[in-house]
């Protein structure tokens, strides 16, 4: 069965640091690139970055360059994105995405709450 199950998310202060990981099992994750997206309210869904297999690659979303880093570990099938100097706009849900080739896969889902 096909899991990625997201954690760490919760409620912090702007300026703040979070890290959420994105834990997965079911699938051989070191072949996945692995996604980060978020959906805010009242706002559709948007890539916020992406790490290649291997980890020797990343893109991100303008608005959070140079605050957000993804990382990976492939012995444990889990990524992450830390992020930190977290504003109120980067209050969103947040999902991890594994892809390779036509699969895809989704987790459920967590919220990150900026707000003082």
């Known amino acids: 069965q096909v899991q990625l199950v997201e954690s760490g998310g919760g409620l912090v202060q702007p300026g703040d640091s979070l890290r959420l990981s994105c834990a997965a099992s079911?699938?051989?994750?070191?072949?996945?690139?692995m996604h980060w997206y978020r959906q805010g309210p009242g706002k559709k869904r948007e890539l916020v970055g992406v790490?290649?297999?291997?980890?020797?690659?990343?893109i991100y979303l303008d608005p959070v360059k140079g605050r957000f880093t993804i990382s990976r570990d492939n012995a444990k099938n889990t990524a992450y994105l830390q992020m930190s100097s977290l504003k109120p706009e980067d209050t969103a849900v947040y999902y991890c995405?594994?892809?390779?080739?036509?699969?895809?896969?989704w987790g459920q889902g967590i919220q990150v709450t900026v707000s003082s």
């Open positions: 995405n594994a892809r390779h080739s036509v699969y895809e896969y």
């Open positions: 790490i290649t297999t291997t980890g020797s690659s990343t």
């Open positions: 079911g699938f051989t994750f070191r072949d996945y690139a």
